[in-house]
């Protein structure tokens, strides 16, 4: 059985990989100097066509911000058939996006005071922001922000969306929020439309332990059974709750949108009838941690470029950096995957680092001083926090640059 580092240093031909398109790519950006970070726009385009495809016409696509950080490819995205909004990851960011969009709602809750007094000011803002609420505490943090008058603000309820067995003993899928039952919902739901200055737009449900677990990852054949298991009752038992959930909070206030799913779930998500759009957005960049479903295999399309430095061996090359390792549990799979040259592994005793990451393999013997090393990341936009530029490659040549949140230096940062 394959180790995990090789499996990682194969795991592009998984993720739809291609020699020809690599050497075009990569014959494309040679004369630039790493480190430096790369969009194939081709990849990129399809993949969004197929994150459409997969909702087969039931669903919208409201595109996850945080997973692409950059404005100019989240506007690229958004004028393609199947997406509609925004699902950004603060307030100041959906403050400046709402300056273009019309349609952003916050992921997550927000306790950031100045945003939410300008928010409750600036009309066009307040129209277009959707903030994202699961306590009745967090109403209360608002009204003590912003205080009484002020412009009706948008929200929307967090439905947790794990799974909860033995009386809730057992929990798998992500923290996220307290509201977890029909009736919780429903009761927040009353809460929010008993107070001035409210205005309940939508339910929220992110399925973490559906979508963003691949269910064909290398390793223990018994543990990809169990997981597959857990995963096909987890999403019986989501979409009945998640139903019975919305159903209750509409006899309390009509909802504007229901979201759920991720890159993973797109599918099975979309099929179910109250969900009118999927919060999607990882699968249009294919990082490393999508190389392993069943259902779908998005194209690598984002990657990062780091130099040879050393060679201090004939088996070994010693590429600058490297240890640009995603966020999670630790683990192997949170390490970058090797993409180019083929045939090159990460050292097991010192993996991916801060400061140098050794590669082995046959084609370690060839790389010389100053070469290219490809890597794609394990996330998706969290390689966006590491550059300012996203050179974009389409054809065989590089047709523009993107900058990346990080790049256009917003105050929001």
Not at 4 to 10: I, T
Not at 264 to 284: D, R
Not at 382 to 405: D, F, K, M
Request: proline residues 6%; contains cysteine; glycine residues 10%.
């Amino acid at each position: 059985m394959a180790s995990w580092p090789d499996v990682k240093s194969a795991a592009s031909a998984v993720a739809g990989f291609s020699e020809v398109r690599m050497t075009q790519i990569q014959r494309a950006t040679q004369h630039l100097d790493p480190p430096f970070a790369v969009v194939d726009l081709d990849a990129f385009d399809a993949n969004a066509g197929d994150l459409a495809d997969r909702t087969g016409g039931g669903a919208t696509i409201r595109l996850a911000s945080k997973s692409v950080r950059s404005r100019d490819l989240i506007q690229r995205v958004l004028k393609r058939q199947g997406y509609r909004g925004i699902l950004a990851f603060t307030l100041p960011e959906a403050l400046w996006l709402a300056e273009d969009h019309e349609d952003v709602v916050i992921g997550y809750p927000t306790a950031d005071r100045t945003a939410l007094v300008h928010l409750a000011k600036d009309e066009r803002a307040a129209s277009r922001v959707t903030l994202m609420i699961d306590s009745v505490a967090q109403l209360d943090f608002i009204d003590e922000a912003v205080g009484a008058a002020r412009l009706p603000l948008r929200l929307c309820i967090d439905l947790d969306a794990s799974l909860e067995l033995a009386g809730g003993r057992i929990h798998l899928g992500p923290y996220r929020s307290p509201v977890h039952t029909p009736h919780q919902a429903a009761t927040l739901a009353r809460a929010i439309q008993s107070r001035q200055g409210f205005h309940l737009a939508g339910v929220m449900s992110y399925e973490g332990q559906i979508a963003g677990m691949g269910d064909n990852q290398p390793g223990s054949p018994l543990k990809r059974a169990a997981l597959r298991a857990v995963q096909r009752l987890s999403a019986r038992e989501l979409a009945d709750r998640r139903a019975a959930a919305i159903a209750a909070v509409e006899t309390v206030a009509p909802l504007e949108f229901v979201n759920g799913g991720g890159t993973g779930s797109v599918e099975q998500t979309s099929a179910e009838h109250v969900i009118t759009e999927i919060g999607a957005g990882s699968g249009l960049y294919g990082p490393g941690l999508f190389d392993f479903y069943r259902r779908f295999r998005p194209r690598a399309a984002a990657y990062f470029v780091m130099p040879v430095v050393r060679r201090p061996t004939d088996r070994i090359a010693t590429v600058l950096e490297g240890g640009w390792v995603a966020s999670g549990p630790p683990g192997r799979d949170r390490l970058p995957t090797l993409s180019w040259p083929r045939g090159l592994r990460m050292h097991p005793l010192e993996g991916a680092g801060e400061a140098q990451t050794p590669v082995l393999g046959p084609a370690a013997h060839g790389l010389r001083l100053g070469d290219h090393v490809w890597f794609r990341h394990a996330k998706a936009g969290e390689l966006c926090e590491r550059v300012n530029i996203l050179h974009l490659v389409s054809g065989g040549e590089i047709v523009g640059q993107a900058p990346t949140y990080r790049g256009e230096g917003h105050a929001f940062l």
